[in-house]
């Protein structure tokens, strides 16, 4: 088979797990900068489902050790999910948006291949690739407030403090922020000056990714000051979207987060979930610095002129309530202690679990589907036979 065939049955492969790879001048390139021919063929076939290696072989038309050994290589390229269960181990094919924009970012010295796709992957990811969220209702993340931020932190629910959350895990790990290691590596992108090894896992997520060399094991301490460094660079702590078993917290920059950059420059209607905080001025104490609106990955705070100010500029930070994430950032930093954050009048509970999550974005999906059938009817009812 041409390597150009064995590319295009590689990708309508890959197009079967959740998450989809739209047409775009941009893909095949991002395809080929990432997979040799080889490993492509290989992959093709390879289920979204744990196999044992002996199924794998038989699939493959593979003698077991030979297999193994390549499969070996792509699970610490972060292409493949390996697990152990029963003595025996288990393979499956991670889906795109895994390995495209998380799993071989988080390693401090990505392979050749990784560096090599991140131009023509951030391309992609601009023109179609991340669209597939642009409907979702439940965003991939969540904000979590900064701990220090909440003005009576008696009230916080479980899944919102992100310090009890830390201490209720059993095994931490950190790696490398994905996103902004995919812009770093990209020569036509800017590099950003935040923390990079940010990047916090638990549970099955972290063991997979030690295993692999993607990240690192670390102490609760020091999750706990990797949070503390990230408020202190102005980033957003964000958390996998479900109340049980999340696995993920991100440190999230306005610059490269991907949910960040959905939001700012492809004009997604937002980028994480909000929290169910918000901040609350207080005009009287603002010094309007104006460090609060720098600060704010959203825009949502502004200085105005107010009849309530004392300072000599007469202007306190104003904030736009309906784009708040409560987050925390802007508070955190504040020299006057003049913003605070406050419960919503409305609490928001997210999915219980990773699989109502996924429940959640397909029936997002499917309506949008729907809605635009529904318009490209309408259109062609007003154009006529």
Not at 31 to 37: D, V, W
Not at 41 to 57: D, K, M, Q
Request: glycine share 6%; aromatic share 10%; with cysteine.
């Amino acid at each position: 088979m041409a390597q150009e065939a064995v590319y295009r049955v590689f990708v309508d492969w890959l197009r079967k797990a959740w998450w989809g790879l739209p047409d775009s001048e941009h893909l095949m390139p991002t395809i080929e900068a990432f997979f040799t021919a080889e490993e492509a063929a290989l992959l093709t076939g390879i289920p979204f489902t744990n196999r044992n290696l002996e199924e794998l072989a038989e699939i493959k038309g593979m003698e077991s050790g030979a297999l193994e050994k390549r499969l070996n290589t792509l699970a610490r390229r972060g292409i493949l999910w390996r697990s152990e269960k029963g003595g025996k181990t288990r393979y499956k094919l991670n889906d795109s948006f895994f390995f495209f924009l998380r799993g071989p970012f988080w390693a401090a010295e990505p392979e050749e291949a990784t560096r090599r796709s991140a131009n023509p992957l951030n391309r992609y990811f601009r023109d179609g690739f991340m669209d597939q969220f642009a409907d979702a209702h439940t965003k991939g993340l969540r904000t979590i407030p900064i701990h220090q931020t909440i003005d009576d932190p008696r009230k916080i629910l479980p899944y919102e403090d992100v310090i009890a959350y830390v201490d209720s895990q059993d095994y931490c790990t950190v790696s490398y922020c994905p996103c902004r290691q995919r812009k770093n590596l990209d020569p036509d992108s800017s590099n950003c000056d935040h923390p990079v090894e940010n990047c916090l896992h638990f549970g099955a997520l972290a063991h997979y990714i030690v295993e692999n060399g993607l990240g690192r094991e670390i102490t609760k301490e020091e999750t706990k000051d990797i949070l503390k460094a990230a408020a202190e660079s102005g980033l957003v702590h964000a958390i996998s979207n479900w109340e049980t078993g999340a696995d993920t917290i991100c440190n999230c920059c306005s610059c490269c987060c991907l949910f960040f950059e959905a939001y700012h420059v492809l004009k997604h209607a937002k980028s994480h979930d909000v929290s169910n905080y918000r901040v609350r001025t207080n005009p009287e104490t603002c010094k309007a610095c104006g460090l609060c609106v720098k600060r704010c990955p959203v825009g949502a705070l502004r200085l105005e002129y107010s009849s309530l100010a004392k300072n000599k500029k007469g202007k306190a930070a104003v904030l736009d309530s309906n784009v708040c994430l409560g987050c925390g950032v802007c508070v955190y930093k504040c020299p006057t202690q003049s913003l605070i954050l406050e419960r919503r009048e409305e609490i928001v509970h997210p999915p219980k679990d990773a699989r109502e999550w996924m429940e959640r974005w397909f029936r997002d999906k499917q309506g949008a589907a729907r809605d635009e059938e529904a318009a490209e009817i309408g259109s062609s009812q007003k154009e006529g036979p």
